[in-house]
């Protein structure tokens, strides 16, 4: 199977309780509108008695034969429990199971919302096989608000929204904040040009937010917007991430990811990403274009609660800039560890503007990289990796120095090896859609990765490249195991 293709399919789930009962929604029922059959289903969302669904029920949704288009918004007003969440999903019945399209009409926002207000949140609910567009400038496509908790965003596919498309915020970190957030198997890309902020995830005042398996694109090139990343976090506690492909597209005044994350006590709240794809195709017009990097990560000190830095973990990603003013990865909080990472950079090494392109590691505020252990970078136009930022940065070993490229970077410590990733496709001339970050034969990082699997699997991932081939006790270094 390829890798994207679990983006589009949607797997038949059955009800997750003994005990549950199936509701219906089919905007051309023409029964009594009860909801209890396909006949009789409710007309609409704002039909649907909330009261009668509970803990365990499935809402199916109908698709009609091809597709079903729904001019309005989907309010969740109702908590599953731990053991029965509620599921609201597609059909996968004959004469139901096409597409379920909820269309903004450019008109509304907050498509599929999951609080009424503070202390009006819903909980452990599943939304599962729904796509949503044309969402208006006024807000996000996606609302997860409030203290909303244990919310599942399963196979959605999110596009053409005038505005973020999915947007997570609680009221603070130490009350109504969105807690145990999980986006899977989803497809989100922003609209071309339009003068709003367009991040296709943001998160703000959540704690323990997951993403696996989905694809995230980052297009708007308006130079109105300052802001069209592919995830952008403020003010957050926890994040796993893994099995996803981050892109931000050339001349998308955005990064792939910007991590705003911090840490309530000392070693708690970790941010960990494992096999991603993380990408950032760089702005290339002339004048004084902003720094962007693939992968960013932002400290808010003593904020809501979080007044510690993250314990904060890179594990198996491939980390791409191409292009003027993008960095690989910028340090703002001490990244704890890093291992089995790619991080390259692409392009001929002029800036139209002027600049000279930028780092592969830059540190600001003097944040210390504490391990980094065997990882492999590359720099397309030298062999010579960069390795810099505010003019200095903590040396491994021995305080601060500065550092000039590999020779520095070995000298203060640092391990690793620079050398040619051999991916099989280039990072400019190919859908996003397609990458896989597939190295070749003669790849500097072909079984030369730590053994991680015991790691990894404590962490509860599994010990396979993105791709889904296993690995052994000599890994590829990148997301893509050969």
């Known amino acids: 199977m390829r890798l994207f293709e679990s983006f589009f399919l949607l797997i038949i789930l059955f009800p997750l309780s003994t005990n549950a009962t199936d509701h219906y929604v089919d905007k051309d029922a023409i029964g ?15 039909a649907i008695n909330w009261r009668s669904v509970n ?11 091809d597709s079903t288009v729904y001019f309005e918004n989907l309010n969740v007003r109702d908590n599953g429990t731990a053991a029965d969440p509620i599921l609201i999903r597609n059909s996968y019945e004959e004469g139901h199971n096409g597409r379920v399209i909820i269309d903004g009409e450019f008109s509304r926002t907050g498509l599929i919302t999951s609080s009424a207000g503070a202390g009006k949140s ?15 400038s006024r807000g996000p496509a996606i609302q997860i608000h409030y203290d909303s908790n244990v919310i599942t965003l399963d196979s959605l596919i999110v596009y053409n929204n005038l505005q973020r498309a999915i947007r997570i915020a609680g009221s603070s970190l130490t009350s109504n904040y969105a807690d145990s957030i999980t986006i899977k198997n989803c497809y989100i890309s922003t609209p071309l040009d339009e003068p709003y902020q367009t991040d296709g995830i943001y998160a703000q005042d959540c704690a323990n937010t997951t993403i696996e398996n989905s694809f995230i694109w980052a297009r708007n090139l308006s130079l109105v917007n300052n802001h069209s990343d592919g995830l952008q976090a403020h003010r957050t506690r926890g994040w796993k991430i893994s099995n996803s492909v981050f892109v931000c597209d050339s001349n998308a ?8 994350a911090g840490s309530k006590t000392a070693n708690s709240d970790s941010v960990i990403l494992y096999n991603n794809i993380i990408i950032n195709r760089g702005i290339w017009w002339t004048g004084n274009p902003p720094d962007v990097a693939s992968f960013n990560t932002r400290w808010y000190s003593d904020v809501n609660g979080a007044n510690y830095m993250p314990p904060t973990f890179l594990y198996h990603n491939t980390i791409i800039s191409y292009g003027p003013d993008a960095e690989g990865v910028r340090i703002f909080y001490t990244i704890t560890e890093a291992k089995n990472n790619i991080i390259a950079q692409y392009g001929s090494g002029k800036n139209p503007g002027g600049d000279g392109y930028k780092y592969t590691i830059g540190a600001s505020y003097d944040q210390p990289i504490k391990h980094f252990g065997i990882n492999l970078f590359y720099r397309e136009w030298s ?4 390795i810099s930022g505010k003019n200095w940065i903590p ?14 970077w070995k000298a203060a410590g640092g391990s690793g ?10 990072w400019y001339g190919m859908s996003p859609t397609l990458y896989t970050g597939e190295i070749g034969p003669n790849s500097a990082g072909l079984n030369k990765g730590e053994d991680l699997q015991s790691l990894i699997e404590g962490l509860g991932f599994e010990w396979k490249g993105i791709n889904g081939v296993s690995r052994d006790s000599t890994p590829d270094i990148g997301a893509y195991q050969y």
């Not at 009594?32 to 704002?46: C, D, I, K, L």
């Not at 005044?253 to 705003?260: K, P, T, W, Y």
């Not at 040396?395 to 520095?408: E, F, M, N, T």
């Not at 090896?417 to 280039?426: A, E, L, S, V």
């Open 32 to 46: 009594r509108n009860n909801g209890t059959s396909w006949t009789n289903a409710w007309e609409s969302f704002s």
């Open 417 to 426: 090896i620079n050398g040619n990733p051999d991916f099989q496709h280039n």
């Open 253 to 260: 005044q955005g990064m792939a990811i910007i991590l705003g």
């Open 383 to 386: 062999r010579n990796i960069g």
């Open 395 to 408: 040396a491994l070993v021995g305080g601060k120095r500065s550092i000039d490229g590999w020779s520095g």
């Open 55 to 65: 803990p365990g029920d499935v809402i199916f949704i109908s698709g009609g034969t």
């Open 122 to 136: 819903s909980s452990y609910i599943q939304i599962k096989g729904i796509e949503v567009r044309n969402s208006s």
